[in-house]
């Protein structure tokens, strides 16, 4: 009989404190700097240097410093949310820098935009450690019109990642057109995946427009709808939907409103039968939405499940939806690796 949880444990690296991780970093200190190595380019990074850090740079590498220039420069109204965020990082460094003494690495709780940023620069990390973030969805994150879905793409494949699949992007052209195909040779999946975001007013560089807005169920059903039209029909099918809500209104585990929401959204679809199975293998909803809380500390993000009885094509292992599930519950929790004590030592002798 399969055993999920053994297979979880076998199936994918992980860090001492159980969470998982796309690749187990490669790093090692040489004369006085940090390198690290990001598949096939060595980083030479300050020895003092947190993994924090570190993805913040990879981020603005990646982004390019140029284009942060550009969007620094803007008025608060026109500037890309990225741009602000690091604005908003760089303030809270300095007021929680301590006072007395010259400390190379300190603490301090993150707001909304800076793990918005934690978040970003790690799922880039991962994707990159693995050769698997193609320049395409850089472009989309740098439109303000496209960034909001590209973003929630990269978390998801991010997720996927660190779940131990190997991520494949769909190319333009194809007939249905997913957002990946996510496989993992251990288990022996290979499981279309598409991201839907759902968009609000004057959130995430979306206009106002002046118009009422719809019901939440009727907004989320049209999501798993149109994602359900890109999936193809031989290999299982998995949807992922962030509900982008406050964070505060948004526990599945405490909020009873939200449940019954999305009860009505499920309530909208016909139940799977062994005759009409249903298209979805699962569906995941999220709340990745620390964008509510910039300026102030983030709050956790929330994650629930609905796997139907009856699919039309089923994953083969049970294990695979339970990793996809801890390493989306994972999201905020942001790895960081501190130099060690020997370092700091070397650091103040030099």
Not at 94 to 116: K, Y
Not at 263 to 268: F, I, Q, T, Y
Not at 319 to 342: G, I, R
Request: glycine share 6%; net charge neutral; aromatic share 8%.
């Amino acid at each position: 009989m399969e055993n999920p949880i053994q297979d979880m444990l076998s199936a994918q690296q992980r860090l001492p404190g159980d969470t998982l991780i796309a690749k187990s970093p490669i790093m090692v200190v040489f004369k006085g700097r940090r390198m690290r190595a990001v598949w096939s380019r060595v980083w030479m990074r300050p020895v003092h240097e947190t993994d924090h850090e570190f993805y913040l740079a990879l981020l603005r590498r990646a982004l390019g410093l140029d284009w942060l220039r550009v969007e620094e420069s803007k008025p608060e109204s026109q500037r890309h949310r990225i741009a602000a965020w690091f604005e908003e990082m760089d303030r809270e460094r300095e007021s929680s820098r301590p006072r007395s003494g010259a400390a190379h690495v300190w603490s301090s709780e993150p707001t909304g935009g800076v793990t918005e940023l934690l978040t970003l620069g790690r799922d880039l990390y991962d994707l990159s450690q693995t050769n698997q973030l193609p320049t395409k969805v850089m472009d989309r994150l740098r439109n303000t019109r496209e960034y909001q879905g590209a973003r929630y793409e990269i978390a998801v494949a991010g997720a996927f990642a660190r779940a131990g699949f190997r991520i494949i992007w769909t190319k333009p052209g194809q007939d249905k057109r997913c957002e990946f195909v996510a496989e993992h040779s251990g288990l022996g999946e290979r499981i279309a995946v598409e991201a839907k975001s759902r968009r609000r007013e004057d959130v995430l560089h979306e206009p106002v427009a002046g118009k009422p807005s719809k019901d939440f169920d009727v907004e989320i059903a049209r999501l798993i709808r149109d994602a359900e039209e890109q999936l193809p029909t031989d290999i299982a099918g998995i949807v992922c939907i962030d509900l982008n809500l406050p964070p505060e209104h948004a526990m599945f585990t405490s909020d009873a409103g939200l449940v019954e929401s999305l009860k009505s959204v499920l309530d909208r679809f016909p139940d799977p039968t062994p005759e009409k199975p249903s298209v979805l293998t699962a569906t995941f909803f999220t709340n990745f939405a620390w964008h509510y809380q910039e300026g102030r500390r983030s709050g956790k993000s929330s994650v629930g499940a609905v796997i139907p009885r009856y699919a039309r094509v089923a994953v083969r292992r049970g294990a695979s939806l339970a990793l996809l599930d801890k390493a989306l519950h994972e999201h905020a929790d942001v790895p960081n690796v501190n130099p060690t004590p020997n370092e700091m030592a070397s650091l103040k002798r030099s």
